[in-house]
């Protein structure tokens, strides 16, 4: 576990700083996410936080609270709404505070402990990559809204493994049969070779690491990438990766 979180600390630091140098009078710019501002965001994130330390000690007891609402967009909002009659300076350290209650929380499970979440259960090192992922995601959202380009580092390579891993769930999703396995080979930041899938595939994605994760968080189109599918399956992969849980 401890690659994985120190590797999420640091993702959540780099935004966080990004987020001080922020003029305060910004944080009401509206995002590509939804229309939600840069508050909104960071709510967001923070909200998302304490079901994250709910379901790592408290068995996910809020996660049903879900299934109150008509679709998950009608949660997600509810869950940042506090943060609009919130300073920007109470928004992040309301993000701070749950996010380090994750960080410990994580800090005493073995990586195969299981945690449950509203997509399901998963092991804990996924748990805290799918964390990575959020704040990398909405990340990607500040920084546009303030037109700033972020910096794509090594640890876009957990990124690029969950979107690969969570394949089989994001073809179930889109109603999609998954029958060949998908390689995906990308190159991250300093030429580092990212490798998933097994190699005797004819089903084959290649592209750069950035391109790979922009696309499987919504942020991209693979038509706007340098992204090449080899297969059908691949193809659809392109068209239907999801890494957010």
Known sequence: MREILSD??????????????????????????AGWSIQDTVSHLASLEEYAYNALEEGGSRLAEA??????????????????TMRPQDVIEWWREARAKVVDSLSRKSPSDRVPWFAGEM???????????????????????????????????HIAWLAWKTLPHAFADAGQPYEVPVRVEVIGPAYAKYIFGPADTDQLIKGTAGDWCRVAVRRRSADDTSLKAQGQVAEMALKVVRAYL
Do not use: C
Not at 8 to 33: C, G, H
Not at 67 to 84: I, K, M, N
């Open 67 to 84: 299934s109150q609402y008509d679709t998950f967009g009608e949660f997600t909002l509810a869950g940042l709404l506090p943060g609009r």
């Open 123 to 157: 092991s804990a090192k996924t748990f805290a990559t799918a964390r990575l992922m959020e704040t990398w995601a909405h990340g990607l959202d500040i920084h546009t809204t303030m037109d700033a380009e972020p910096e794509d580092t090594p640890r876009l390579r």
């Open 8 to 33: 999420l600390v640091a993702e959540q630091q780099y935004q966080d700083q990004f987020l001080q140098r922020t003029n305060i009078r910004d944080w009401k710019k509206k995002t590509p996410s």
